[in-house]
């Protein structure tokens, strides 16, 4: 059985609002996030359909908060809460979270790609 662990993840983001390391495991984006800051990266999913994720992911949140904006309701998680996050929604994150989250790789890969591009704008 596939499995990984936080350390034994490469970090593949490290920036002052987030540090994220993300493991592939069969099919699956194993991701292990710390929040350093409040994140608000609604403006990063422009382009992608309803301009929202469109990527379910499940995940546990280990410490903090973090909520999904969906266009007609929020979902909010707290330490402790496993959850399920439906394609179309806009996360919005706290100083302190730190979470593990599952993803279908191929679907994450096309949202980045979109992030990516966007994120790339915003620091030029």
Avoid at 76 to 84: M, P, S, V
Avoid at 86 to 106: C, D, R
Wanted: glycine share 8%.
């Amino acid at each position: 059985m596939p499995r990984t662990s936080k350390a034994e993840s490469p970090v593949v983001v490290d920036e002052p609002v987030i540090e994220a390391r993300y493991t592939r495991l069969d099919g699956y984006t194993v991701g292990f996030e710390t929040y350093r800051e409040d994140a608000d990266p609604a403006e990063l999913f422009r382009g992608l359909p309803g301009d929202r994720c469109q990527c379910p992911h499940w995940g546990v949140v280990l410490s903090g908060r973090v909520v999904f904006r969906y266009a007609d309701h929020d979902e909010e998680f707290r330490a402790g809460d496993a959850y399920y996050g439906a394609p179309g929604h806009l996360p919005l994150v706290f100083a302190g979270t730190e979470l593990i989250e599952f993803s279908p790789a191929a679907e994450l890969e096309r949202t980045m790609a979109v992030v990516s591009r966007n994120l790339a704008e915003v620091t030029a």
